[in-house]
Nanobody
Framework: QVQLVESGGGLVQAGGSLRLSCSAS????????MGWFRRAPGKERDFVAA????????YYADSVKGRFTISRDNAKNTVYLQMNSLKPEDTAVYYC?????????????????WGQGTQVTVSS
């Protein structure tokens, strides 16, 4: 079992930056691939970014590529999402999630554990 808690959301103006954190507890964090997803009002849960267990591989949705950076610190049991050049369309609840294998990493149903989410609002 892995428990995930997101933090760092908030209100920011377009063009600004936020860094989300996801702290994990429970079973060995470093053995899991981690992903970030988001859900805007009235929309499906969309993939944002993922990182493998060691941090050596990352993958991004086209919509955030070049603006967002995912990273992890296994010593701190934490994964981060640095979000720069934010746009109003980035407004959503952001969730972190964990899965055991580096497969189908952009498909939310493949993830076993989820946090409760943190709201990000980008004003124009």
């Amino acid at each position: 079992q892995v428990q995930l808690v997101e933090s760092g959301g908030g209100l920011v103006q377009a063009g600004g930056s936020l860094r989300l954190s996801c702290s994990a507890s429970g079973r060995t964090f470093s053995s899991y691939a981690m992903g970030w997803f988001r859900r805007a009002p009235g929309k499906e849960r969309d993939f944002v970014a993922a990182i493998n267990w060691s941090g050596t591989s990352t993958y991004y949705a086209d919509s955030v590529k070049g603006r967002f950076t995912i990273s992890r610190d296994n010593a701190k049991n934490t994964v981060y999402l640095q979000m720069n050049s934010l746009k109003p369309e980035d407004t959503a609840v952001y969730y972190c999630a964990a899965k055991e294998q580096w497969l189908d990493i952009d498909y939310f149903r493949e993830y076993h554990y989820w946090g409760q989410g943190t709201q990000v609002t980008v004003s124009s």
